[in-house]
């Protein structure tokens, strides 16, 4: 009906929550129908879940919509300690590309670089060179370590197994989001954190190597970890605002802010948010 008023017209709605599933008695949309996918939308994610998107978004473009991604998974990687679904990221993005992908609408970038960088860095680099070898791209971003490169890899490799063997976990993955921040003393308990903290200690020797601009890169991703350990040490009691461990994590935040490698006002604001902070 748009079209009979203006050839051009174009319709924008979203596939979302308890209607983001095709319809099933539509067999045809106009193409100036764009359908915002609200999927894929959980990093990790188990390949029962990722079936589940990919049908849905099939389900959509082959009735004829224009298809672009709504998703909120930048929204939820991680609450501020290392969190790395790189690969699956760039795997999916390459599928919806390959299958009528015309735009993206994310939400949101939080701001954990320091935590999350990879995954960043490789999905903003691959919505620009939508051909890009994700390989070759998460390469680009750790040589940007220098000498460090391979310290920095096998320490966000080291991450990025960790997360998606959480994806693979049934009793992760169905947590809420207030209960996966509440058990992260769990998640994040100190033989995980110790073993990364042992593989960036092996910079040692090669720091001297290093550039200014490449030890200040190697500094964020430490801080990143010690942002990890504090916050899953406050978080034993329920609560980031508690006790010494508490303050000890809000002193850290100040020291860390003007960085800008971890977001900490919106990573305290989320935490407000799910009463974890007082």
């Not at 034993?236 to 971890?262: H, M, Y």
Request: charged fraction near 30%.
């Amino acid at each position: 009906r748009a079209r009979e008023i203006d050839p051009e017209a174009q319709v924008i709605t979203y596939a979302y929550s308890r209607y983001r599933s095709p319809p099933t008695k539509v067999d045809r949309l106009e193409p100036n129908i764009w359908v915002g996918y609200v999927g894929f939308n959980a990093y990790p994610r188990s390949e029962a879940y990722r079936k589940l998107s990919t049908d849905e978004w099939f389900g959509w473009s082959d009735r004829g919509a224009t298809v672009f991604l709504r998703s909120n998974s930048l929204f939820y990687c991680g609450e501020g300690a290392p969190y790395v679904v790189t690969r699956q990221l760039a795997e999916d993005l390459q599928f919806q590309v390959k299958n009528g992908l015309r735009a993206t609408d994310f939400d949101n970038l939080q701001g954990y670089w320091a935590t999350t960088g990879p995954s960043y860095y490789v999905l903003a680099r691959m919505l620009w060179d939508t051909d890009a070898d994700p390989e070759r791209v998460v390469d680009e971003f750790y040589g940007s370590f220098g000498p460090l490169k391979e310290i920095v890899k096998e320490y966000f490799d080291y991450w990025e197994q960790y997360t998606e063997r959480l994806g693979n976990s049934p009793k992760f993955f169905d947590l809420t989001r207030t209960d996966r921040l509440k058990a992260y003393p769990a998640i994040y308990n100190e033989a995980v954190l110790s073993q990364a903290k042992r593989i960036l200690d092996k910079s040692q020797r090669l720091l001297p190597q290093a550039s200014p601009g490449e030890k200040e890169r190697f500094r964020n991703v430490e801080l990143g970890l010690e942002h990890g350990v504090l916050l899953s040490q406050s978080l034993r009691d329920g609560k980031t605002s508690n006790g010494p461990e508490g303050q000890r994590l809000f002193e850290f935040r100040k020291s860390i802010a003007n960085r800008n490698v971890i977001n900490v006002y919106w990573t305290t604001s989320k935490e407000m948010r799910y009463r974890v902070f007082e």
